[in-house]
């Protein structure tokens, strides 16, 4: 089967306006009056960002959702996404696997109300490689931004934390006798899309490289300090199972892909009272102050020194 086959078989089903079918080297979108692009873009590789052997659905899912949770920080609602996939020989990515692989970025785009535009396929002599650039919209000045922050905020996330970092060390071997909700949270993330928090949050973004690191993002863009409380922290009963053992895996490990945002005390009932609304839990667990860097206080409120900060690519 050729390339041109390949695309055919399994991506143009998924194309939508502006695609041109996947026929041509381009595409075209058009940006509703009143509002603005939203891009981002995120790589997947094997062996770095899933395994050989997960699911081809899974890993579909997991590429696009990573890019939905950065379009969910900002505010923006998915329209389209770019699809690169570079393919290694002799494997076990045949027909079977890239028809599930594609059932899987089907299944995504009808609950998140996107469709494919364009990308690139080729060969690789490395292992599989996956990009996609998602593209989004949202009102003219109204991007959410990492620099809002202010002392006097709190600090607050969605979700629950850790466990799909637990997921990753059962996947590997190395916990065992877990829950087997921590390996879906580890392969699937749930996006935040949907939220409106312009006029609400002074700064966000999500959490893919580990809560403490991605709290110095906003630290260091915003010129504060962020103190956060270790018995505030929202963490599933499966991950408090492995608390003790596991404490800095749980506490600086990445793709929990929740969002992390700084809110003024006014806003705190809005921000509460709108995540209920849209079925998305919410808890404080810090705050802001003058100063800078991050701070993690256990339950006797002593700062809990770490090894590292977070997941690092360099």
């Not at 998140?112 to 490689?129: C, I, K, Q, V, Y």
């Not at 504060?224 to 929202?234: D, G, S, Y």
């Not at 599933?236 to 892909?257: C, F, K, M, N, P």
């Not at 709108?274 to 810090?286: I, L, N």
């Amino acid at each position: 089967m050729g390339e041109f086959d390949f695309i055919a078989r399994h991506f143009r089903p998924l194309a939508g306006k502006g695609a041109m079918e996947l026929r041509n080297d381009g595409a075209t979108m058009s940006v509703p009056v009143g509002e603005e692009l939203v891009l981002s873009s995120d790589t997947m590789i094997e062996g770095l960002h899933f395994l050989p052997d997960d699911p081809a659905r899974s890993i579909a899912q997991k590429l696009l959702r990573c890019n939905l949770s950065d379009l969910a920080a900002m505010g923006s609602r998915p329209c389209h996404y770019m699809l690169n996939v570079s393919v290694p020989a002799d494997r076990h990515y045949d027909e079977r696997w890239f028809t599930e692989f594609a059932e899987g970025l089907e299944a995504d785009q009808k609950q998140f109300g996107m469709t494919l535009l364009g990308g690139d396929t080729t060969g690789s002599p490395f292992p599989l490689m996956l990009n996609v650039t998602i593209l989004g919209t949202v009102r003219r000045g109204e991007a959410l931004r990492r620099n809002g922050s202010q002392p006097g905020d709190g600090v607050w996330v969605t979700g629950s934390l850790g466990r799909a970092a637990l997921g990753l060390q059962v996947r590997l071997g190395k916990l065992r006798h877990a829950d087997t909700s921590l390996v879906e949270a580890y392969r699937v993330p749930t996006p935040r899309v949907g939220l409106s928090l312009y006029g609400i949050v002074s700064a966000a973004m999500d959490i893919s490289d580990g809560l403490v690191q991605d709290c110095g993002h906003i630290a260091e863009e915003s010129g504060i300090a962020i103190t956060l409380f270790e018995e505030l922290l929202p963490f599933s009963e499966a991950v408090r199972a492995h608390l003790t053992e596991y404490r800095e895996t749980i506490l600086l490990g990445g793709d929990d892909y929740e969002l992390l945002m700084t809110c003024p005390a006014d806003q705190e009932e809005v921000l509460q009272k709108h995540c209920e609304t849209h079925g998305v839990p919410v808890t404080k667990v810090g705050t802001v102050t003058e100063g800078q860097g991050v701070t993690v206080l256990d339950k006797h409120h002593r700062p809990i020194c770490f090894s590292r900060t977070g997941w690092q690519h360099f």
